[in-house]
């Protein structure tokens, strides 16, 4: 596998990561940024409150989305080792 090879394996792995990971953070940044103007409209300044709904969102989306990433990563995964015999090669 020459250095090319491996860094165009990687990135593709990067990419695959951060396409899988960006609902989730996307759906946790809006609901922490919706909780804390909501706290600072209330002047409730207690923890709890800013993590339970977070934590609610994070888990539905990945409930949600669980058939989405599955074949998603099934996809990536299948390409990646019929494409793998190109790097034994050399």
Request: proline content about 4%; charged content about 10%; glycine content about 4%.
């Amino acid at each position: 596998m020459t250095p090319d090879q491996a860094t165009n394996m990687f990135r593709d792995v990067l990419r695959e990561a951060i396409v899988i990971a960006a609902p989730v953070i996307l759906a946790a940044s809006m609901t922490s940024l919706l909780v804390s103007f909501l706290q600072t409209l209330t002047s409730i300044q207690d923890q709890t409150i800013s993590i339970v709904p977070r934590l609610l969102v994070v888990a539905g989306v990945v409930f949600i989305g669980m058939p989405w990433y599955l074949r998603h990563l099934t996809t990536f995964t299948t390409l990646m080792l019929t494409d793998f015999g190109r790097f034994l090669e050399h």
